[in-house]
């Protein structure tokens, strides 16, 4: 079925179902409608080969989502199913790259064709794929930022002041001892810039606190583990912040393992989505990972690159929401 098909049927020029399907000039409603029913009673799909001959765009765009040791995939599922939504409402499709390449992954793709642009996960600090998007001719967004962002676009939750956020909760409520279970050990030796900043914000607004920060592990032997030895060594510990979504739950169990009641013997914060502190027990006060806006504005910021208009960086400001696990 072809666009000639479309316009046999419904009694119009081709290049007015061209018109109706791509939006670039104002069709009158009679003469849409009209199209639309043809295309609807033939099945008519357009062809993204000859869509990407006639416009010089592929519409698809790469999302690179490493899948490496100590990432969530909950949590890495719902930035993608964001980015794959908005890039629907865009009219594009999304090329998923899990396999952990670098620099030469995205050499690859880019030299294919197969995109219009690049979406970044999983972004280091001192990100070796930066100093390759720079000289790459496809426009490019990275969810998180590297220690240099300069001629880069990036869009991320601030983390350094969410690690800020919770220390000074906990310190408004009283805690003079507290701790950062962290993200696993692997996160920190890659150098990833979300722990990197969380830590960095939960450091400086500790300063006048006793304060201690640990990597954290995922599996309930390794959390308990961790709080065990933490509580040893800090006996006075009445605050902890959790940076680890996949060890929420165990740390909770961990802490009622030790005789330690939440929030009457320790207050308990959580960076985290809200769905993680809402099922926690007691509900988690937290401040919420916005997976899906970051993913909203990442592709947002992308198609405005596509279309050569400015798109700056951008850091969302943290939400903390108070629930039961603090007091």
């Known amino acids: 079925m072809t666009i000639a098909d479309v316009a046999r049927h419904a009694g119009v020029a081709v290049s007015t179902v061209s018109y109706v399907l791509s939006g670039k000039r104002a069709i009158s409603a009679t003469t849409r409608q009209r199209v639309l029913e043809s295309v609807r009673a033939l099945g008519y ?8 001959l ?24 719902q930035f993608a199913t964001s980015v794959v939504a908005t890039a629907r409402q865009f009219d ?18 880019a030299a294919s064709a197969l995109v219009d642009g690049l979406l970044l996960m999983d972004v280091e600090v001192r990100d070796p794929r930066v100093p390759l998007l720079r000289e790459l001719g496809e426009p490019s967004v990275l969810i998180g930022f590297p220690a240099d962002a300069e001629g880069l676009t990036c869009v991320d939750l601030d983390f350094a002041r969410a690690g800020a956020l919770c ?10 001892e507290i701790a ?13 810039g979300f722990a990197e900043r969380t830590l960095a914000g939960f450091t400086a607004a500790a300063k006048d606190l006793k304060s201690v920060a640990v990597p954290c592990e995922e599996t309930y032997d390794e959390v308990a583990e961790t709080v065990k030895i933490l509580f040893d060594q800090h006996p006075g510990l009445t605050g902890l912040v959790v940076h680890n979504e996949a060890a929420v739950g165990h740390v909770l169990a961990a802490l009622r393992a030790l005789g330690r009641s939440v929030p009457e013997d320790v207050s308990v914060v959580a960076i985290c989505p809200d769905d993680v502190a809402e099922r926690a027990s007691p509900a988690l006060t937290s401040v919420l990972i916005p997976a899906e806006d970051v993913g909203h ?9 596509l279309d050569g208009l400015p798109a700056d960086s951008m850091l969302l400001e943290p939400r903390l929401t108070i629930r039961e696990s603090t007091r």
């Open 45 to 52: 799909h357009p062809n993204a080969g000859a869509r990407a």
């Open 54 to 77: 006639a416009s010089k765009r592929a519409n698809v765009i790469a999302l690179v989502l490493p899948l490496r040791a100590g990432m969530n995939l909950p949590v890495l599922m």
């Open 92 to 109: 594009h499709d999304v090329l998923l790259m899990t396999a952990d390449e670098g620099p030469e992954g995205l050499q690859r793709v």
């Open 167 to 176: 220390a000074e909760h906990l310190a408004a409520g009283g805690h003079r």
């Open 180 to 192: 950062l279970l962290g993200a696993p050990r692997v996160v920190y030796e890659r150098g990833t």
């Open 297 to 305: 504005q990442a592709v947002r910021l992308l198609m405005a690159k």
